[in-house]
């Protein structure tokens, strides 16, 4: 059976996450619902590279699934984004090997975090970015950010109930970039722990209103204690950006 | 009793327009409600410098009103803002003298109107632009657009449904700026008709896809008739962006 690649984006504002939950509506019902009108009925299961919250965005999430149709590539974006709502969009499809699988073959990825310096709230950034109504003084952000890179233990910037054993980590890119009102944070590395790109971004934040001073990263890294690191920024905010393969 | 100028800004996706109607959510309406809510029950009247559609933004709209509270201009945001819905912001107040109006105190208006050309749809664009998936020459559309400024009768570019007698109007600017996949008319004049900046976008979109020559404006122009130009751009790129006293 073929198996399909696709690259999709959706606006994770009326989602309550990425994986099927009861009573919920979330962005992976939505595909396989659609799925199942073109295989007329016949489940079809899909499998992303990874989950996101609810009300985290994607600009390129990979996910695959097999099928027993036999559609060109090229035909997969709009047979798919007819059947879908509006909040999600395949944007490219490509038939792979049946090597290859969305999660397991993920070698690393890309988040962006997007927050916006305004002393009033801006209604069109209220589900689509993080509202500081401070400015942020970016250059200490970009210092602080600059002690991420590398390989550690990053115990201190994941949930407190992550399960995972090993919370080794590769951060590859952090970058910091401001245009004008809003910024960006750029996050890239091999895999992320739960909820790591949010509490960097809550920290980095707190750098950037002067509350935790920039060389206080590797002391908060070697704590190994979430209770060192910053808030948990919020969801609206977070874009899965790429994943790599 | 004093009278309160606010800048407002708001995301039309989720209201019937501006102007209170029965039965349907609007922004005149959420407006009038918050200041009751100030007022101890007291009814407020808003006045705009005008109505904006179903699904319009605004970025710049103006209202007025009168109160007998003696709030200084700086805080009236904060009031307002704490008690309105998230998709409506108070920017900036000034207390005004008796004599300004939004509406009849308003010398002219800026408008923008936003395009995103992309072959598949995207899902954070869906209430914020409109699509186009064919790419738009912006050269062609900017020739175009030249032979609109100036004053002319626009009965071509407004509703045929206008009931307004005089359609002679001043547009001070027309200009179509390009970044990468995204397209934005800034249209600035004196006032404009019905549906006039959507039926401006329709056709220069009309004129960038080749369908309609630069050439024929001034004979759309000239022909005082609806049919002759474009079609009426989706109201989900239109904003309101600057009212001038």
Known sequence: ???????????GA???GYQ??????????????????????????????GRTDAGVHAKGQVIHFDTPLAIP?????????????????????????????????????????????????DPFHRFYACHSPLELDQALMQKAARSLIGTYDFTSFCSAKTEVEDKVRTITKLEVIQHG????????????????????????????????APDCMPDI???????????????EGLYLWEVFY
């Not at 059976?1 to 606006?11: E, G, L, Q």
């Not at 809003?182 to 949010?198: D, H, I, K, P, T």
Request: hydrophobic residues 40%; aromatic residues 8%; contains cysteine.
């Open 73 to 121: 590539a090229l035909r997969w974006p709009s047979a798919l984004n007819s059947r879908l709502p509006e909040d999600i969009a395949v944007k490219q499809a490509e038939i792979v090997s049946e090597s290859f699988h969305a999660r397991f073959s993920a070698v690393g990825k890309e988040y962006r975090y997007k927050i916006y310096q305004e002393a009033v709230r």
């Open 1 to 11: 059976m073929p198996r399909v690649k696709c690259t999709i984006a959706y606006d």
């Open 20 to 49: 099927v939950q009861p009573n919920s509506r979330t962005v992976q019902e939505e595909l396989e619902k659609a799925l199942s009108v073109i295989h007329k009925g016949l489940d079809v299961k899909v499998t992303a590279s």
């Open 181 to 212: 009102k809003e910024m960006e944070l750029q996050v890239a590395g091999s895999g992320f722990l739960y909820n790591m790109v949010r509490i960097i971004a809550g920290t980095l934040m707190e750098v950037g209103r002067g509350r935790i």
């Open 221 to 235: 890294l070697a704590g190994r204690d979430r209770s060192l690191a910053g808030k948990t920024a919020p969801a």
């Open 14 to 16: 009326r989602f309550s």
